[in-house]
């Protein structure tokens, strides 16, 4: 059992930087895929960014490439969504999500068995 509880979010203006955490319980969170994703009003949840177990291995999605950035601390069970460059279109609540059995590249939201509650990221323009 896993559970993700998710932090950082906030109101910030265009072109700032806002940095998200991911809290994890459970005694195998260093051996599970971690990923953000978020849904925007209106819209499907989408893929953000994941990363491996180890932490040496990631994967984006093309809209945010180049100005976020994912990386974890196993010590510490957390992972973290650095975020720059941030855009209006970037607004939605921010969830993190975590599975055993998907591989990097999974985008799909029902892969992933936990998730968190969610946190808000607006940004205005």
């Known amino acids: 059992q896993v559970h993700l509880v998710e932090s950082g979010g906030g109101l910030v203006q265009a072109g700032c930087s806002l940095r998200l955490s991911c809290a994890a319980s459970?005694?195998?969170?260093?051996?599970?895929?971690m990923a953000w994703f978020r849904q925007a009003p209106g819209k499907e949840r989408e893929f953000v960014a994941a990363?491996?177990?180890?932490?040496?291995?990631?994967h984006y999605a093309d809209y945010v490439k180049g100005r976020f950035t994912i990386s974890r601390d196993n010590a510490k069970n957390t992972v973290y969504l650095q975020m720059n460059s941030l855009k209006p279109e970037d607004t939605a609540v921010y969830y993190c999500?975590?599975?055993?059995?998907?591989?990097?590249?999974?985008?799909?939201?029902?892969?992933?068995?936990?998730w968190g509650q969610g946190t808000q990221v607006t940004v205005s323009s």
């Open positions: 999500a975590a599975d055993l059995f998907v591989s990097i590249t999974t985008t799909t939201p029902s892969s992933y068995d936990w």
């Open positions: 459970g005694r195998t969170f260093n051996r599970k895929i």
């Open positions: 990363i491996s177990w180890s932490g040496g291995t990631t």
